[in-house]
């Protein structure tokens, strides 16, 4: 008959038997399909710089079991990647004034880049991804200095202050004057 402390050893045993096959086990590579939100920046004129993908991206890649586990979440929170894509890849929606669409294939490479040793790509199961981009209007605002600039008796202004820019353009949804 096992007496209680043989019974709390092979107990711990096989808890650190557990933790070492299940560390083994996450450090190898698996294949699986995995999903990532992408955060696009652009270079598109009289629009937004940025903007988080509609839809996810999915892929199917290699990556260890720490990293899949990850990409799956806990919470449903996506990973997410950012990638820098010209206009010239940004396709506007008809219908739509402020959807655009990417095709994967496009930005595949930076798709890549952006994964890093995260994951390596097989292949890409998503055709394109929608952005929404909300057009930005741009005014010209004056800089107003609220400042009292003073000299110590040993000091004396050379010419008058003059504030360098003395104005600035502001981007913003649709400005009311």
Not at 19 to 36: I, K, N, R
């Amino acid at each position: 008959m096992l007496h209680s402390g043989k019974i709390r050893q092979l107990l711990l045993a096989l808890v650190a038997t557990l933790f070492v096959w299940l560390v083994h086990t996450l450090s190898l590579e698996y294949t699986s399909s995995m999903q990532f939100s992408v955060k696009l920046s652009t270079d598109l004129d009289w629009y937004e710089e940025s903007a988080v993908s509609n839809e996810p991206l999915m892929l199917h890649g290699t990556a260890t079991g720490y990293r899949i586990m990850r990409n799956r979440g806990f919470g449903g929170k996506l990973t997410q990647l950012e990638i820098f894509v010209e206009r010239k890849y940004l396709t506007k929606i008809a219908g739509h004034e402020n959807m655009f669409r990417v095709n994967v294939s496009d930005i595949g490479d930076k798709v890549i880049s952006a994964l890093g040793d995260m994951a390596s790509v097989d292949f890409f199961e998503s055709e394109y991804l929608t952005f929404t981009l909300h057009k930005q209007d741009f005014r010209k605002v004056p800089v107003i200095a609220t400042s009292s600039i003073s000299y110590r008796s040993q000091y004396m202004p050379v010419r008058d202050m003059v504030l360098i820019p003395c104005w600035c353009m502001e981007a913003g949804p649709n400005w009311k004057e």
